[in-house]
Nanobody, 124 residues
Framework: QVQLVESGGGLVQAGGSLRLSCAASGRTPSGYAMGWFRQAPGKEREFITSITWAGGTSYYADSVKGRFTISRDNAKNMVYLQMNRLKPEDTAVYYC?????????????????WGQGTQVTVSS
């Protein structure tokens, strides 16, 4: 089992930045690709970004491309989501997820483990 715990969420004004962290524990997710998803009130959970185990390849949803950056530190079993130029529509609960697939995927069903989520609220 892999446990994922997100942190770093909070309240920020539009145009501001936040950095989310995801700590993995338990069975080390060696070789796992990692992803971030978010779910706004009344909406379905959506893909934001994912990254390979080695960190060399990442994918982004169009809505965050150029503003958000995913990174990972495998030595620390950490994954990060740097969010810049935040908008009110970025308000959501953000989830970290791990997939045993070697390549990143945008599909929720491909992810084996999920964190509990962290709330991000962007005020206008």
């Amino acid at each position: 089992q892999v446990q994922l715990v997100e942190s770093g969420g909070g309240l920020v004004q539009a145009g501001g930045s936040l950095r989310l962290s995801c700590a993995a524990s338990g069975r080390t997710p060696s070789g796992y690709a990692m992803g971030w998803f978010r779910q706004a009130p009344g909406k379905e959970r959506e893909f934001i970004t994912s990254i390979t185990w080695a960190g060399g390849t990442s994918y982004y949803a169009d809505s965050v491309k150029g503003r958000f950056t995913i990174s990972r530190d495998n030595a620390k079993n950490m994954v990060y989501l740097q969010m810049n130029r935040l908008k009110p529509e970025d308000t959501a609960v953000y989830y970290c997820a791990a997939t045993s697939r070697g390549t990143p995927t945008t599909r929720m069903r491909d992810y084996d483990y999920w964190g509990q989520g962290t709330q991000v609220t962007v005020s206008s």
